[in-house]
């Protein structure tokens, strides 16, 4: 294969990505209008359901014009040789092949992250201002840009550095220490992630005594499963919607409470959300989704290194010296159909989870609990309530409003 043709090969796999997401896209749209299921009839009122419309068609427009601005954005960088600058600067400010690679994917990032800023700004502080979702100030918004970018230096490019390095000291062999540095970060993100990371964003307290704590603390106990750790997170310093989320395993596992969450349910709605977490745990869908995030990343890793030092995958993006880094991003857009249908298959598992969640909090609490829940946080976040088919598939990791009733009232 020339270079020229991986060249077609590469930006055909970008053009076919996007028209395949917007035609998915545009689906779900045509549905906007529907009406709501009889059984989701008293989710909103007609009121409501216009500004839930409204919201719906706005996200939809600025998707369009957000997503086809940063496709052309990458269409044009590889067309014009942009790699091939970046390439050069970074080579002029270093021969070493790990300050290069991180000299590149700097450049690239921050560029790009400069570029999408205004999108970000405009979701932010233009329509979900309008819907009265937004909380987040403009000091804010600029401290998360910051943390944001400063974790991915650090992070990221800890992990790129140690990557590069193991290439150049193993060669193609690189990926089994590269799988082994990633599943190691990877458990300990699971086990810390609450402690270290989301402190930088957020403040955390322990869930006050109080008579939700205790009817938590009574389910848990009936269930068998040890729980010390509740906290309550201030969610309401960005937006108004609300979350709940079940991190970490063994002793440092813990449920995390959006304060919006606590304001917007009542004591037997937030109990039978978190009995749906404690499913998730109970079912061991933690730890399947580990191994499986591992064994994918091994894969990735694995079929990356076949392919990385093919000096074809450089040329083909105007490069004419061969780099690991270069390799890496010519790779990446090659590799995004495999990981378009590993991404299916593990949204396809995730909704089966989600499913086995909401029986285990049935089974154990109060499914009524937790359908009158999932309808509250719907109608608050004006959410979909007819999407197409096609567009659950291929995006939802969660079953849609309905299914899950479905399944609540019925085991369908």
Not at 58 to 63: A, I, Y
Not at 128 to 157: Q, S
Not at 384 to 393: E, G, Q, V
Request: hydrophobic share 45%.
């Amino acid at each position: 294969m020339t270079p020229e043709t991986l060249f077609y090969i590469i930006i055909t796999i970008i053009v076919i990505d996007f028209l395949i997401d917007k035609i998915l896209d545009t689906l779900n749209a045509k549905h906007f209008n529907d009406p709501v299921p009889e059984e989701l009839s008293d989710v909103y009122d007609k009121k409501e359901y216009e500004r839930s419309q409204s919201y719906k068609k706005d996200r939809f427009k600025f998707g369009l014009v957000s997503s086809t601005f940063s496709v052309l954005l990458t269409l044009g960088f590889i067309i014009f040789d942009g790699f091939a600058w970046v390439d050069q600067i970074a080579r002029s400010i270093s021969e070493n092949p790990i300050i290069i690679a991180l000299v590149f994917f700097g450049i690239i990032m921050l560029g790009s992250d400069i570029l999408m800023t205004p999108f970000s700004w405009y979701s932010t502080f233009v329509i979900e201002e309008k819907y009265g979702f937004n909380k987040t100030t403009k000091r804010t918004f600029v401290l998360d840009k910051i943390k944001g970018l400063a974790m991915t230096a650090i992070i990221g490019g800890g992990i790129l550095a140690l990557i590069v390095w193991f290439y150049q000291i193993a060669g193609d062999d690189f990926w089994w220490y590269a799988w082994i540095l990633i599943a190691i970060f990877s458990v300990f993100m699971n086990m810390f992630y609450a402690k270290l990371i989301v402190p930088l964003f957020n403040k955390q307290t322990p869930l006050e005594e109080g008579s939700l704590r205790t009817k938590i603390e009574q389910y848990a106990k009936s269930v068998g499963f040890k729980l010390d750790n509740i906290f309550v997170i201030d969610g309401s310093k960005r937006s108004t919607k609300a979350n709940a989320y079940f991190s970490g395993f063994g002793s440092e596992k813990r449920i995390t409470l959006y304060d919006t969450l606590i304001n917007d349910l009542e004591e037997e709605e937030i109990v039978a959300v978190l009995a749906h977490e404690v499913g998730h745990y109970k079912k061991n869908h933690i730890i399947v989704n580990l191994v499986a995030s591992v064994l994918t990343t091994g894969f990735t890793l694995w079929l990356l290194s076949l392919f990385v030092g093919n000096p074809i995958l450089s040329e083909a993006l105007g490069v004419a010296q061969p780099s690991f880094h270069i390799g890496l991003v010519a790779f990446g857009i090659l590799y995004s159909p495999i990981s378009e249908i590993t991404g299916l298959i593990m949204n396809f598992i995730s909704r089966k989870f989600e499913y086995q969640a909401d029986n285990y909090a049935k089974a154990t609490y109060n499914g009524d609990s937790l359908i009158s829940s999932l309808k509250k946080l719907s109608r608050n976040t004006l959410s979909n309530l007819t999407p197409h088919k096609a567009y659950i598939f291929v995006h939802y990791s969660h079953p849609s409003l309905l299914q899950r009733y479905h399944n609540l009232k019925t085991g369908f």
